[in-house]
């Protein structure tokens, strides 16, 4: 018999995909827009009142025509109030959808938060279950309570509008009986809060009049305007140079202590976490793998996937003949095997890594790893 050919999908899978994609967004629609969602749905507790936010199981899907990506697979941890979580990973492991899944951001509909749940204790204590709360409520959150700084300044700011315009749109939607005049001094004291020696003038300008640093400056204002208990920053400085990115990482981080909020901060870049986290937590095909504080993190990873990221990473003053790679390529979201799913490229690997996924086991109170070799019996 003729072997099927990896990847392919026939007429009929394709066709059953596609059913089976309809009846899913529908059923997740028709939850989101049902008009009177009891409090009790989305109203819920902490576990602890430490935290600002905490991902409990959270599972965010996109159902495409290839079958369903399974973005964010099972990912839990926690945001304590007043620190910086570092969420680290591969291009592709779901950081950016858990971020977008906080803000309730994912592409609808064929991406759904599915499962899970996300606690959010508000600045008027109430505590909100994101994956539920209605979206009347969520407007106020979003922006105000929780903002975003993201990955791509260049794409996110309107390059029709003045940066004036924008920044004023954030005070006169979210601050109560904002006024225009209040918008611009409000604007224009943001700008100079971010560093931007001329504030008057990058108020008039349009974005393409502004270099890369200047515009990531502007991008942290507007997410700093309406005072956010959490700011959420998806690769701020990826596409800056290393000055700039140092300039910028040390505002985030003296805006964060004047406004006594949270950061989680999303990179791929080891220096920057540990420069900047309190915790990290590192994912690997939509699942966290470990998580600890971040000297825990630094002087003791323990999953072998960790190790192999902090070895790629280059170290001065240490000569070598080849950076280390792991090899292999992470596995497709759509088709994830039932076993670890770093397997196929771990060094490390044993007979038991063969049965089901790891489950996580504590190495210290604040550390935990997901990995056969941690194994209580082992
Ligand atoms: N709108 C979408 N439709 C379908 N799949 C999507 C969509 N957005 C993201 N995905 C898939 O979800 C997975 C996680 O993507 P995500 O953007 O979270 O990765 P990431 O960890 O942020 O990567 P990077 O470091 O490159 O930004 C990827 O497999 C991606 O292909
Ligand atoms: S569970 Fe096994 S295959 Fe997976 S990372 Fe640990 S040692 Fe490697
Ligand atoms: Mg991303």
């Known amino acids: 018999m003729k072997e099927k050919k990896q990847g392919y999908i026939s007429f009929k899978e394709s066709r059953e995909i596609v059913k089976y994609n309809k009846q899913q967004i529908r059923y997740y629609e028709k939850l989101k827009k049902r008009k009177h969602i009891p409090e009790s749905e989305y109203l819920t507790t902490m576990r602890d009142e430490n935290n600002v936010v905490e991902f409990e199981d959270l599972c965010t899907y996109f159902f495409t025509d ?72 969520m407007e106020s959150i979003s922006g105000k309570e929780i903002s975003m700084i993201f990955q791509e300044p260049m794409t996110s700011l309107n390059p029709v509008f003045t940066i004036g315009y924008q920044l004023d749109e954030v005070s006169l939607l979210h601050i109560e009986g904002a006024t225009k005049q209040s918008a611009r001094e409000k604007s224009i004291e943001m700008l100079e809060l971010v560093g931007i ?40 400085t990826t596409a800056l140079d290393v000055t700039i990115q140092a300039q910028i990482l040390d505002l985030l981080r003296e805006l964060k202590e004047k406004l006594d909020s949270s950061i989680m901060l999303i990179t791929h870049d080891l220096g920057v976490i540990a420069e900047m986290a309190d915790y990290v937590v590192v994912m690997y095909a939509g699942k966290v793998i470990e998580a600890g504080n971040v000297f825990e993190i630094f002087d003791n990873p323990c999953h072998p996937y960790t190790i192999g990221l902090l070895k790629s990473k280059p170290v001065i003053n240490k ?31 044993k007979e038991k890594c063969a049965g089901k ?20 019996e082992a």
């Open 66 to 137: 290839t079958g369903t990506v399974k973005a964010v697979n099972g990912v839990s941890f926690d945001i304590p109030a007043h620190s910086t979580v570092g969420v680290v990973g591969e291009s592709g492991c779901g950081k950016s959808v858990t971020s977008l899944s906080l803000l309730r951001l994912v592409q609808a509909p064929q991406g759904q938060i599915v499962s899970g749940s996300i606690r959010y204790k508000a600045k008027n204590g109430q505590c909100y279950d994101i994956a539920r709360v209605p979206s009347s409520i």
């Open 357 to 376: 996924y790891p489950e996580f086991t504590y190495v210290s109170p604040t550390h935990k790893v997901a990995c056969h070799l941690y194994d209580k």
């Open 319 to 349: 000569k070598v003949d080849e950076l280390y790679c792991i090899r292999g390529r992470v596995p497709s979201a759509v088709d994830l095997p039932d076993y670890c799913y770093f397997r196929d490229r771990c060094d490390m690997c």
């Open 197 to 236: 020696a001329n504030a008057e003038g990058v108020y008039k300008s349009y974005p393409h009049e502004l270099s890369g640093g200047m515009r990531q400056r502007v991008m942290i204002a507007m997410a700093l305007c309406c005072q956010p208990n959490l700011i959420i920053a998806d690769e701020p």
